[in-house]
């Protein structure tokens, strides 16, 4: 199963790919997509629209999953994430790839163990889980991963569940 994880924002996009197979998941690929707030929203979209859209076509991914949750006491930082997230579920949907969606609870709970970790731990895992030598490049790449791995971990489990039945 090839996951692309997008970490939506309009200044900075999180995308990490990876494939996985059983039990064992490995990197595909990574970007973080920068646009510059003194550019025009309209073509800083596109561009988030346009690198969303080459990669899931570059690596013929399958599931797009995004996060669930977004903040709503900073009106105009919520405004810009819901915008991006427009854009990359229509990408997802011009390609025909299914979009999945995980609380940051959930996110943390299936990589850490616990809905109380901090970004440090969880990026900490993301890099255990997928045998990297460093770090992600950004904390919204690493997101992106963490939400792959956290899609392919529901996924293991659902697979289990309906083996067993």
């Known amino acids: 199963m090839r996951i692309l994880g997008v970490d939506p924002g309009l200044a900075n996009l999180g995308l990490g790919a990876i494939i996985a197979r059983g039990s064992e998941a490995r990197l595909l690929a990574t970007e973080l997509v920068r646009t510059r707030s003194r550019d025009d929203e309209g073509a800083r979209l596109a561009m988030l629209y346009d690198a969303v859209r080459a990669m899931i076509e570059a690596l013929d991914v399958e599931a797009l999953v995004v996060e669930g949750q977004f903040f709503h006491r900073q009106r105009d930082a919520a405004t810009k994430v819901g915008q991006a997230l427009g854009v990359v579920r229509l ?75």
Request: aromatic share 4%; proline share 5%; glycine share 6%.
């Open 91 to 165: 990408a997802a949907h011009h390609a025909g790839v299914p979009v999945s969606s995980y609380g940051p609870l959930q996110v943390k709970q299936a990589l850490v163990g616990t809905g109380r970790a901090d970004k440090a731990q969880v990026a900490y895992m993301v890099r255990a889980l997928l045998r990297l030598t460093s770090a992600p490049p950004s904390h919204h790449v690493s997101d992106a991963l963490a939400l792959a791995l956290t899609h392919w971990s529901a996924h293991r489990l659902g697979a289990r569940a309906a083996a067993e039945e």
